[in-house]
């Protein structure tokens, strides 16, 4: 069952394209403001839902969490304007790439800003990760779309950490932190032209909110379920998706060097997670035999 849910949720973030490709006529910057608004109306509704409102509370009386959750919000307004301009100006590979190479990037930030130590294999396989960046870029003019989808995700990753929020009144308090400035913005756009959609794009534009949503509950069910190290598996199926939308839905170009590329940063990620499950499957005989 929970499983289920963890692989619902990484499949509904990997056809995402498909939903915002239907407001392809709204500018990218336009579309994020009503994400923000309509996503912080149905994360009220689950916070409410949930019982959390305790932990925001307890949030709000600490200066350095509400400023990391300042932080985080601005990444994650990064993140979704980037994402939602690489949809609607076919691009939706090279934002596949940049998911594909972020769980390495959280490795580097992990050595970096925390310490954490890396196997042979680990060095390995984000050396051969960047052997495809590198590919990637001899080919591709938005090569920075992948690099700050990844970047961006990796360190709003770790900005969560520190908030010790859970992830659905996380994101309330960050749409929240961002509302006041999506309402001036779409306030500007309605005063300079006050009928600017149909019904219809309308429509579309308010049920981003919980498109935003469910695959985020579904998440947060179940990680508290599934193992760690199945979930960081699961992840790469909205990446593939995504690269499968891209390069034979949309017809997006795919030269060898791009190909190569790719196939660098798939062989990296094989590595990753065959150490991840070998140390995973080493620490289950350990706790059996101390059990014992």
Not at 57 to 70: G, H, M, Q, T
Not at 256 to 273: D, E, K, M, P
């Amino acid at each position: 069952m929970y499983i289920f849910q963890a692989l619902s949720a990484f499949v509904l973030w990997g056809i995402f394209p498909l939903y915002w490709k239907f407001l392809k006529h709204v500018d990218p910057l336009e579309i994020i403001c009503h994400r923000i608004l309509w996503s912080l109306l149905t994360l009220c509704i689950c916070v409410t839902w949930l019982g959390q409102w305790s932990d925001i509370r307890d949030a709000l009386k600490n200066p350095r969490r509400v400023a990391l959750a300042a932080l985080a919000a601005v990444l994650i307004s990064i993140n979704w304007l980037v994402f939602i301009w690489a949809v609607l100006n076919q691009a939706v590979v090279d934002s596949s790439l940049g998911y594909f190479i972020n769980p390495l990037v959280s490795v580097v930030l992990g050595v970096v800003l925390f310490h954490e130590r890396l196997g042979r294999l680990q060095w390995l396989a984000v050396a051969i990760a960047g052997s495809g960046l590198l590919m990637s870029a001899m080919s591709s003019e938005r090569l920075w779309v992948s690099i700050a989808l990844a970047i961006s995700f990796a360190f709003y990753g770790v900005v969560k950490k520190q908030t010790k929020l859970p992830a659905v009144s996380g994101l309330g308090m960050e749409t929240a932190i961002l509302a006041p400035i999506a309402v001036v913005y779409l306030a500007y756009l309605f005063w300079q032209q006050p009928h600017r959609y149909s019904s219809s794009t309308l429509g579309l534009l308010a049920l981003g909110g919980p498109v935003t949503t469910l695959p985020l509950l579904l998440f947060a069910s179940s990680s508290k379920h599934v193992p760690l190290v199945l979930m960081g598996m699961l992840q790469y199926v909205g990446p593939t998706l995504q690269f499968a939308l891209g390069a034979w839905f949309d017809r997006e170009p795919l030269d060898q060097y791009r190909v190569a590329g790719f196939c660098c940063v798939w062989i990296a990620l094989a590595i990753f997670s065959g150490v991840a499950f070998y140390q995973w499957q080493r620490e289950k005989r350990v706790m059996s035999k101390s059990e014992a």
